[in-house]
């Protein structure tokens, strides 16, 4: 039987968070290891570019998504790890997607409006055309399975739609329409405004990176707001102990779970337990991040090269079969 195929992918716009390897990269290396799927993992350098990040910083911060994805565990022997932009076929496809896709479906996406109203002076047609690309990166490859965290289920649902458009223009059935898939955790919260979702364009303090060595997470949830501090207390606490559940023994957890509920807990206690579980589990993570990024760029250029030699060939036969569909060859 043919397997099912998963393509994902992470902007280059920031080191991986908390919220990022709970909702989404965590998923990719157990479905990576379960052996059952062919995966595609990219890094959306094509996507960082409707942002304002600096050349040099973006640059950089390619090789560091790359470098911190290996850390997690994506191993490019069982994952297509490439860079999108190296594969130029999806940018061609998604031109043909802009085609069949109705502006005002655009206008309706969450993050859109978001993201307008953050850079309200550059508000570039990128961003509006932003998941049209996205939907070029996931059919591409005949993805049937797009793992998520929350704030992407809206572009995947319009990947469908955008997929069924064509499919209905052309009289094909050549697209299947994928379906995102989410973990139990698919959104975390940020620390310093637990009502909005962890997100490194928030701010240093609301986020807790993979890389954070260990007295700057004690740091870091020392600030974050708890019930004591301020009105949006519980939601804070409800996120600090979601964390402890994925980062600590069951029985640390029990215990502050039990303590919540009796009003005994003492939250000093839950950051300083939480802070050093935290920090364990992402030693051997911290360790193999330095070292690939200590052995410079060459051997990291190296892996993505061959990744993208994998992932063109199956895009290059997609876009044959596109033109044809649509007339221009
Ligand atoms: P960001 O959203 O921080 O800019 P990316 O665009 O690189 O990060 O997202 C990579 C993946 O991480 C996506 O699948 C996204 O849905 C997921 N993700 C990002 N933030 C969170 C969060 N706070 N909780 C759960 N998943 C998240
Ligand atoms: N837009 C996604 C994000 O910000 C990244 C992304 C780009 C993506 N293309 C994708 C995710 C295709 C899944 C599938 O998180």
Redesign the pocket.
Known sequence: MKKQII?????PTGNLHLGNYLG?VKNWVELQNSGKYEMYI?I?DL?SLTGNQAPEKRRQQIMHTAAELLATGIDPKKTTLFI?SDVTEHTDLAWIFNCVTPVSELYRMT?FKDKSERQEKNINTGLLT??V??AA??LLYH?NT????Q??VQ??EL?RDVAKWFNNKFSTDFFEEPKALLTDVPKVMSLLEPSKKMSKSLGEGHVIELSDEPEVILKKLKRAVTATEGGDGAPGVKNLLLLLQHFADKKIYNDFVKAEKDGTIRYGDLKNVLAESISNYFADFRKRRAKLLNDGFDELAEILITGAEKARPVAKETMEKVRELVGIR
């Open positions: 393509v994902s992918g992470a902007q989404a990219f959306a996507h999108q993050q932003y998941p690309l996205q990166d996931i993805g797009v793992p998520v965290g704030d992407q572009h995947v990947t």
